[in-house]
């Protein structure tokens, strides 16, 4: 029987794969649901999600191996209602089935010949706001002169131009520049595009796991979902 988990982009993708290596569990990461398409959407789609959900139950109704499926998309500044909300909306619109109460919870959802699996959600978040880069921010393992000296320039161009700098904006300035800046070698940074930016995160996920720290409390909650799928 297998497993499938649900995501929103290459980058939680390419995360989710490497936290799951690291867990040692056996999951199935699907392609994201949103790819080319997500910076042109602005976030999350629910045609995308509903679409992605349809192709997962034709698979379903083709192939009865499919046991569990999660789906995590980032929480942002929704509440976890809110996006649960969301999520059963597009569950509705494509499966007979029950709703989701709450996150880290199955629910059985049927495709039309009677093939049956579970399914249940999480939100990427630290502590009930955020996205990935968010978390990113909260388990670095590295040192991050770097990166931390933002708050200085967060504060300079608050004070002499009266622009506010959105928490999301500023977070992912922040990795960008812990990658680049506080964890890649001179060697890498031949390289940067590919081995020391968002751009290249896959090749970080898959070479440079150690600049994160796996056992951050921040990741308790995610490690509890993926337990689910065990």
């Not at 083709?62 to 995590?72: A, L, Q, T, V």
């Not at 708050?151 to 520049?177: H, L, M, P, T, V």
């Not at 996920?205 to 490690?223: F, S, V």
């Amino acid at each position: 029987m297998s497993n499938i988990i649900i995501v929103e982009s290459k980058n939680d993708e390419a995360f989710m794969k490497a936290m799951i290596e690291v867990l040692n569990y056996d999951i199935h990461v699907e392609e994201p649901i949103c790819i080319e398409k997500y910076e042109s959407l602005k976030g999350l789609s629910e045609e995308q999600l509903r679409n992605t959900l349809k192709e997962l139950k034709a698979e379903m109704e083709k192939n009865d191996d499919i046991e569990k499926i999660g789906i995590i998309i980032d929480m942002d500044n929704h509440s976890e209602q809110e996006r649960v909300e969301f999520v059963n909306k597009c569950i509705k619109d494509v499966f007979d089935s029950e709703t989701l109460s709450s996150t880290k919870q199955f629910i059985d959802i049927c495709g039309d010949n009677g093939t049956k699996a579970q399914l249940a959600c999480y939100f990427t978040n630290v502590e009930g706001k955020g996205e990935l880069e968010t978390l990113l921010k909260a388990i670095k393992a590295r040192e991050s002169p770097y990166a931390d000296c933002l708050d200085s320039w967060r504060s300079c161009i608050e004070e002499k131009e009266g622009k506010k700098i959105k928490q999301k904006d500023f977070d992912k300035f922040w990795i960008s520049n812990y990658i680049r800046y506080d964890t890649c070698s001179k060697k890498e940074q031949q390289q940067v595009e590919k081995k020391c930016s968002m751009h290249g995160f896959d090749y970080v996920m898959e070479h440079k796991k150690d600049i994160w720290d796996w056992d951050n409390p921040a990741l308790d909650d995610l490690k509890e979902f993926f337990k689910l799928f065990c």
